[in-house]
């Protein structure tokens, strides 16, 4: 599913470009976006997949997760899987789903963010998006430089990934 991308996919206009949503801000994601923070459980607790954004991304050299434009009609947890699987490499397994959350700054635009846990780590660097992946326990990531709306909604995210132990 997610190896056929050339501007459309499974008949889908792809939703890459800027759209100037109702509240007069542009924003990347024409039918919105979304992305995807990884959990792991390891003895020592979880971990979180991380993304270095490189300095071709927007806010380059922060960290946040993987995402990016939902194509039209795509759902965020299925966008989101698929620019995982473009910036950080193939998802192994099948990812659960623990909870979301959604930024709608706009009545016509919305980032939505799954947290999903997956069995195993996995990921690298495999686009020009993408400079590093890491991953950390929960209590650490704050004390990394994150991008902006990252970190707006961490505190919603760690929640989820937390109640979920």
């Not at 923070?37 to 607790?45: A, K, L, Q, T």
């Not at 380059?60 to 993987?66: D, L, N, P, V």
């Not at 899987?81 to 700054?105: D, M, N, Q, W």
Request: proline fraction near 4%; include cysteine; charge should be negative.
């Amino acid at each position: 599913m997610f190896e056929e991308r050339a501007g459309q996919q499974a008949g889908r206009l792809s939703g890459d470009g800027f759209v100037r949503c109702s509240d007069g801000h542009v924003r990347w994601g024409v039918f919105g976006a979304a992305g995807v923070v990884f959990v792991v459980r390891e003895s020592d607790g979880p971990k979180v997949m991380l993304q270095k954004r490189s300095q071709m991304a927007h806010e380059g050299g922060t960290w946040s997760c993987a995402g990016g434009a939902l194509d039209q009609g795509e759902m965020p947890m299925e966008g989101a899987l698929r620019e995982a699987s473009e910036e950080v490499g193939v998802v192994p397994g099948t990812p659960r789903l623990l909870g979301e959350y959604i930024f709608k700054p706009a009545l016509d635009w919305a980032y939505t963010t799954v947290v999903v846990e997956v069995d195993e780590r996995f990921g690298s660097s495999i686009n020009f998006e993408t400079d590093a992946v890491e991953w950390v326990a929960p209590a650490d990531v704050e004390q990394l430089a994150l991008h902006a709306g990252f970190a707006a909604a961490w505190p919603h995210l760690r929640q989820i990934v937390q109640s979920a132990d």
